[in-house]
């Protein structure tokens, strides 16, 4: 086995594939090739392709997660989630394997899938009750919030925005919309 090769190195290679192949294109052939080992050496670190995928998604949320922590550092208020927002549609676009991995978030029901987000939505809703937003309000503005950054990054991921207008203005203008439709929500 080549030196140094553990885990976290599996992950790392693995991230490297599917950002620059597709998350398809990750075969434990080419991974070991990558990592100058045999296939079966793989086996001593992972199970085998789905459980790969399992801790590439978990490996992709925590990445995000202290992404997302760290660009609302020293920043208040709706500018905070301006920041947190601009940082998930950045890394979904730079890491478009990794965040593909990641959209299987919910395909996972074990108690590490859940722990992989746990600090980022506890920031999340601590935030919402800092500006005055229900937790129950909170729980479909979190599914909003998703599906516009998810669904956004997806269709810049796969090259669906044919027309010549500015992609990071029309980012820009539809997050100013999503926060003007929270402030109204409840009248904030």
Known sequence: MAKGVDKTA?????????????????????????????????YNHIAGLAELKH???IFGWKELEQQLIR????????????????????????HPGVFNAMLWYNKYTD???MNATEELFGFFYRFMESAGIS????????????GFLEGFALLVNNGA????????????????ILIAGIQSLEGK
Request: net charge negative; proline share 2%.
């Open 71 to 94: 660009s609302a550092v020293g920043v208040g208020g709706w500018d905070a989630f301006r920041a947190m927002c601009r940082t998930f549609y950045r890394f979904s676009v730079e």
């Open 55 to 57: 801790e590439l998604m």
């Open 135 to 146: 937790r129950q309000n909170s729980e479909h503005i979190l599914r909003t919030m998703r």
């Open 10 to 42: 599996i992950l790392t290679v693995a991230a490297s594939i599917a950002d620059r192949d597709g998350l398809d294109a990750i075969t434990m052939k080419n991974l070991a090739q990558e990592l100058g080992v045999q296939p079966p050496s793989l």
């Open 111 to 113: 108690s590490e899938s």
């Open 161 to 176: 925005f044919g027309h010549s207008a500015s992609i990071d203005e029309s980012f820009e203008i539809s997050l100013e």
